[in-house]
C-alpha cells in the first residue's frame, strides 16, 4: 500500500500567487515526521521543510509552510507569492519511528507534483 | 550545496558489465542513503548505512551491493546491468536520527547511469 500519496502528477500557478500542493501519508506509527522535498529540472534534490508528528504549530520556512491535519493524515505545502524559479517538482515523504530510537530513519517519497509558474 | 558528493554525474554503459558509485557524506554524517529514482519507480530506497555498518536494506536487487568504508564513503555496486537498471542514483547523508528525529535527508547531485 502507498505511504505517501500525492495526487496531483502537475500544478500550475500565477506567478506571485499562492499554491497548495497535497499529500495524504498512511502510518500507524504514532511518531513520524513528514519532509518536502524540491527536485528542479537540473535534477538535485533540496530539503524544504520539515513537520513531526508531536509538534503543535505547523511548520514555516520563509514562503514555504505545511499545513499539517494529523486526523485526517495530510500534510500539504503551501508555497506563497510563486516564483519562476518555484517551478520543479516537489516531493513529500515520511520517516516513521522518529522518536522510538529504531535503526532505520529512511525516508519513503510520493511519486511526487510537477509544479509549473507561469509569468 | 548540499555537501554530500556524488561521482561520476553520469555514466554510459552496457548491459552486462558492472559499475561503481561513489559517495561522500557530509561531514560529521554516519548515515548514507542510496536511493534509485526513475519515471516508472519514482524514488525508491535501495540502503542505509550507519557508521560502517549495513542498518536496513529496501527494494535492491541481488545484483547491487553496497559498503561504507571507515572513512564513511560508501560505494554502491552494481553489476550484471540490465537496460532497466538505467536511473538517476541518489547518495544521501543525515546526521544521527537517535539525536534529531527530523534530521533531514541530505541529498547528492545524483549518478545517471545509462544502460545501453
Known amino acids: 500500500a502507498q505511504k505517501i500519496t500525492q495526487t496531483q502528477p502537475g500544478m500550475f500557478v500565477q506567478e506571485k500567487e499562492a499554491v497548495t500542493l497535497d499529500c495524504t501519508y498512511d502510518t500507524s506509527d504514532p511518531s513520524y515526521g513528514l519532509f518536502w522535498y524540491k527536485q528542479p529540472s537540473s535534477g538535485e534534490m533540496i530539503f524544504l521543510i520539515y513537520q513531526g508528528s508531536y509538534d503543535q504549530q505547523n511548520a514555516t520556512e520563509g514562503r514555504y509552510s505545511l499545513n499539517f491535519q494529523k486526523a485526517r493524515k495530510s500534510a500539504n505545502l503551501v508555497i506563497s507569492a510563486s516564483q519562476l524559479g518555484d517551478s520543479a517538482m516537489y516531493f513529500c515523504a515520511m520517516r516513521e519511528g522518529v522518536y522510538g530510537g529504531g535503526s532505520n530513519y529512511k525516508l519513503t517519497f510520493g511519486k511526487g507534483t510537477l509544479l509549473t509558474v507561469n509569468p | 550545496d548540499s555537501g554530500v558528493t556524488q561521482t561520476p554525474k553520469h555514466l554510459i554503459t552496457a548491459t552486462g558489465q558492472r559499475v561503481t558509485l561513489r559517495c561522500s557524506p557530509r561531514?560529521?554524517?554516519?548515515?548514507v542513503y542510496w536511493y534509485q529514482q526513475s519515471l516508472d519507480q519514482g524514488l525508491q530506497f535501495l540502503i542505509h548505512?550507519?557508521?560502517?555498518?549495513?542498518?536496513a536494506k529496501g527494494n535492491i536487487l541481488e545484483r547491487f551491493s553496497a559498503q561504507q568504508f571507515p572513512d564513511l564513503h560508501s560505494e554502491l555496486n552494481l553489476s550484471s546491468l540490465e537496460l532497466g537498471d538505467s536511473a538517476l542514483y541518489f547518495c544521501?547523508?543525515?546526521?544521527?536520527?537517535?539525536?534529531?528525529?527530523?534530521?533531514?535527508?541530505?541529498f547528492g547531485n545524483g549518478t545517471r547511469l545509462t544502460v545501453t
Open positions: 561531514s560529521g554524517d554516519l548515515s
Open positions: 548505512y550507519y557508521n560502517g555498518e549495513e542498518r
Open positions: 544521501a547523508s543525515s546526521a544521527n536520527p537517535r539525536d534529531r528525529g527530523n534530521s533531514p535527508l541530505h
